[in-house]
């Protein structure tokens, strides 16, 4: 892989065409890529796709994740066929375990382990969109015969969502890109670290391998207004994060279970209140030339892939194009001077 790669994680709550509409704009202002979410229960991804691969012309799309337990791995290798089809080859397939705690809540229990199911719904996903049976394959998992090969068939690249050391060490092994949630954003290098293992345990070289720094960002014209609007993303998820990630890259765990208990007794206006400047660091936040500088860092220390994800800023939509049209071309020049 060469070059530098910019995407935004345009997920929502809100409607399908609330996604269609930033992935336009996530074209029109420039990104290579868009990724949209597929939680068991959550937002319909898959119909969000389908519209995007309609509504767009150059920029390429995937699906951040789904899983190999709700959706069978044949049934996934189908739809990624018929969107790559239907996109003219610009589709990637993000898979990932899924969520034990949604599966309970359906009563569903998944047949294996997160890594284990995570690597078999890779390797057969590759297998049956080439148009090939798994059968026999090693790591796709035990069941399939030889026939099992699909009628419909386009090649896709398959993209894992991972966040623990062996589920990255899976996507060195088997996959083509990675995205792993960098809270902070340095810790892509941690990533880089365990996916290097994976790939050299199989002879690839990890520099074929497209690995996201999945941050979370937030710019606006304003940078308190910016500000707010992580710091609303971190009181949301503090009590979320792993302490031992959390002070192995600087940041006071104490802090972050403060902000929770806060949350948890006096509301979420006490939680943001509470979050500290040194908290903010947990993602790339601030205004135009503070996020071109904290990417900056990024991009010299060797990352090669930039995802801007949740909040984004305060309006979503606006920062979008304020990243599109003022960040990323000066990163770019950045890059290539």
């Not at 997920?11 to 939680?39: C, I, P, R, Y």
């Not at 767009?56 to 044949?74: A, E, S």
Request: proline share 6%; aromatic share 6%; hydrophobic share 45%.
């Amino acid at each position: 892989m060469t070059g530098l790669v910019f995407s935004a994680r345009i997920g929502s709550h809100v409607s399908v065409a609330d996604v269609v509409a930033k992935a336009e704009l996530a074209e029109h202002a420039g990104f290579d890529q868009v990724w949209t979410g597929n939680d068991f229960l959550g937002e319909p991804g898959l119909v969000s796709l389908a519209a995007i691969a309609s509504r767009t012309d150059r920029i390429r799309f995937g699906c951040g994740v789904v899983d190999p337990v709700t959706l069978h791995p044949g049934q996934i290798a189908m739809f990624a066929s018929g969107l790559q089809e239907l996109s003219g080859g610009r589709f990637i397939v993000g898979v990932g375990a899924g969520s034990d705690v949604f599966y309970a809540k359906a009563g569903i229990t998944p047949p294996s382990g997160p890594v284990a199911r995570t690597r078999d719904a890779v390797v057969a996903i590759k297998e049956l969109s080439a148009g090939r049976s798994p059968a026999r394959v090693p790591g796709a998992g035990p069941g399939w015969t030889d026939l099992a090969v699909p009628r419909y068939a386009h090649e896709v690249e398959v993209y894992v969502g991972a966040m623990g050391p062996q589920m990255l060490r899976v996507a060195g092994r088997y996959a083509d890109g990675a995205l792993p949630l960098c809270l902070p954003p340095r810790h892509v290098f941690s990533a880089m670290k365990e996916i290097s293992t994976g790939a050299a345990d199989k002879g690839r070289d990890i520099a074929d391998i497209d690995i996201a720094a999945c941050v979370w960002a937030s710019i606006a014209d304003d940078r308190d207004e910016a500000r707010r609007a992580m710091a609303h993303q971190i009181a949301l998820y503090s009590g979320s994060l792993p302490a031992a990630v959390l002070a192995e890259h600087g940041l006071d765990p104490d802090e972050f279970a403060h902000t929770q208990r806060l949350l948890d007794t006096e509301g979420v206006d006490a939680a943001i209140a509470s979050v500290t400047d040194g908290m903010l660091g947990l993602g790339i936040v601030g205004g135009v030339d503070d996020v071109i500088a904290q990417c900056s860092e990024l991009i010299e220390a060797g990352a090669r892939h930039i995802s801007f994800g949740p909040p984004i800023g305060a309006d979503p939509l606006h920062a979008l194009g304020l990243i599109g049209t003022t960040v990323l071309p000066e990163l770019r020049r950045l890059a290539d001077s």
